[in-house]
């Protein structure tokens, strides 16, 4: 006679299927398990066990765990935060469109108008990984002073709060004018939120790295270190890029060709010179620099580089540092870029699918397409980064096209000339699997929003000859602002969005929750 399904289940003690449950490559799989049986609802209806699904989720996806107040948390608010990246791809896949025909825009379930500030800029605000804090910070006067807030927009799984509680505020000397040439990134390590701020003005960089333990009662910020050093080449008044890594600090201007590069618990510098050749993105990751050039991608073992080139500060918190340097850094790594169809194409971004601490990763390379059929498309290539097992070196480094697809220009999309600009952007860290793009008319200033889904192998495949790449698929966001939209930042793990737009000669900004 046949055992029940439901013996074999219990052959395995709880402890083991704790085990398993924890291995699981997502945690929705929790979930179908705790359907299956009585005894395996058992297992997965403690709070215990959906804690740590929870926190492998954050692991996984590098969120903030403080993001997650689990001792406040009920079982049922721990379940929908820890599936909250299938819930975020389920949605969008239930938006989604590949055909050029018109398809349901995705809508936000609540928003929250947030606290408008008279001088917030694009760059001077970020979500911190998680989707519950949201670090902002602007000058203070004009005697060179900013003010850097931490909100609190409520815990994930729940409702956002309305409205945003300041968490925590400082003011903190910066020593230099207020300047356009300005920028911020964040960083998590543990209970620890780091936050990276940078103003340059007339070739003076001041830079602070502030920090504050968010999980521990009466925490404030703290200043963990501080430099200013005058640079003897030209950034010029082009954007500037911020990339606030561990321990170490990237500053880059615009498309320029000039890095500095910041180790602020080594007290070192270096200002690198990569060729004069245009930089179009640069990624850090783990102890890896990786730059997109027209000519290929390039890379280099950040760790043993730094070593070589940098100057030690002497008081690195003192006005001028005594040396300053500049290095020219061959790459140890490169993979040469051809256009995929031959073509001279335009290399406008290259940004991680999901940002690494370290090997293996995934990038995606993207291009305006001068394909005829594709003329107002833009060619996606994606690559995946890993090291083999006997490697002993970086010359090891194993490199592979992964999948190549377009984002193709709809019909439906409520623009008036849409091959004006088709712009994406990558938002550090704090944004987990963001493919986020926005179109731009520019004669009334409207600005669509569209998330594209990660697509893999199964929605798309490699060109081969005689047939086109498939669509990657497109959700359009909904909401279209007027006036310039200067910031979209998503974090899909919690289902919320933060956009800003401009309105009159401030900054309104909006928490778009798409769950609760």
Known sequence: MLESPRSYVEVLSPELWEEIILRLEESYGAVMLSQ???????????????????????????????????????????????????????????????????????????????????????????????????????????????????????????????????????????GLPWAERHGMDVWTKGEELRVAIVVMNRGVCAMRVLRILPNVQGSGWELAAEARIELVIDFGSRPMDVLLHGSRLLLRHGHGDNLVVWDFEKDRFVVIVVERVPVEKVVLTGDMLIILRPDGVHMWNLNRRIQESTTQLADFASDYPPVKREAIWDPDFSVSNPPPDGRADLVRQIYPS???????????????????????????????????????????????????????????????????????????????????????????????RYYVYSVDDRHAKGIVEGKLPEQALLTPMGEVWKHGLKVDMVCPASGRAIFVGRQGRSYGSSLLDYFW
Request: overall charge positive; charged content about 20%.
């Open 36 to 174: 299956a049986c009585r005894y395996l609802q058992t297992i997965l209806a403690t709070k215990e066990i959906w804690v740590k699904i929870l926190r492998n989720m954050c692991l996984k996806h590098h969120l903030f765990a403080p993001s997650y107040p689990v001792e406040t948390m009920s079982v049922v608010e721990i379940k929908r935060a820890a599936t909250g990246p299938q819930l975020w791809s389920k949605l969008i896949q239930s938006h989604t469109s590949a055909s050029s025909g018109p398809v349901e825009p995705l809508e936000p379930r609540t928003s929250v108008i947030l606290e408008p500030s008279p001088r917030a800029v694009s760059d001077m605000q970020s979500f911190v990984p998680g989707g519950r804090f949201l670090v902002r910070a602007d000058a203070v006067a004009a005697g060179g002073a900013i003010m850097i807030s931490l909100w609190d927009l409520g815990a994930p799984g729940r409702k956002p709060l309305c409205p945003a509680v300041l968490y925590a505020e400082a003011v903190f000397p910066i």
């Open 354 to 448: 999901l940002v690494s601490r370290g090997l293996p990763f995934t990038f995606d390379e993207m291009r305006n397409s001068v394909h005829p059929h594709l003329a107002t498309a833009v060619v996606v290539r994606r690559f995946t980064v890993a090291l083999p097992k006997k490697a002993t070196s970086i010359d090891a480094l194993d490199v592979k096209l992964q999948a190549t697809f377009i984002l193709p220009w709809y019909d439906s999309m409520p623009m008036t000339r849409p091959t004006q600009d088709f712009e994406f952007g990558f938002f550090s860290s704090s944004i987990v699997r963001l493919n986020l793009g926005h179109t731009h008319d520019r004669d009334d200033g409207k600005i669509a």
